[in-house]
């Protein structure tokens, strides 16, 4: 892989810490979901940032699919939804369910070009494969 780019963040305190890019742009507190028994608030967590970066990077994946089959996307949206729970095992596992709206165009069509970019063109999507249950929905 020719490397192009490099995002660098730390984090201390883990999840009820703060997370900072190398560059200062994300600089943010974080806080345990009440769902799995922390405080919540005006706080993030690392499903969310994650959800974040995925939707971002597959809709231009799904927008440089549509661009190179000449029939590009004017008006689309992605939701991410992830999901994190405990396995029989006891350890804590990822799910994640992509969201992917774009009104006014055939359904057929537009899952056809989600097909591509969740199998061929994505890298969160090519990451994730064989290791999290990723549901693509096109609304």
């Known amino acids: 892989m020719q490397l192009l780019y490099t995002a660098t963040a730390a984090a201390t305190g883990g999840r009820q810490g703060r997370i900072r890019s190398s560059d200062g742009v994300l600089d943010l ?13 005006a706080a993030t967590n690392p499903e969310q940032l994650f959800a974040a970066g995925y939707a971002a990077c597959f809709e231009n994946a799904l927008l440089r699919v549509a661009r190179e ?14 999901g994190i729970g ?27 070009l989600v097909r591509i970019a969740h199998e061929e063109v994505c890298p969160y999507s090519r990451a994730t ?11």
Do not use: C, M
């Open 29 to 41: 507190q974080l806080a345990l979901p009440r769902e799995l028994g922390g405080p919540g608030g």
């Open 129 to 139: 494969r064989g290791n999290i249950e990723v549901t693509v929905r096109v609304l």
């Open 69 to 82: 089959r000449k029939a590009p996307i004017r008006d689309s949206s992605v939701t991410a939804h992830v």
């Open 86 to 112: 405990r396995e029989v095992s006891g350890y804590f596992n990822l799910s994640v369910l992509l969201e992917i709206s774009v009104p006014g165009r055939d359904k057929a069509e537009i899952t056809e």
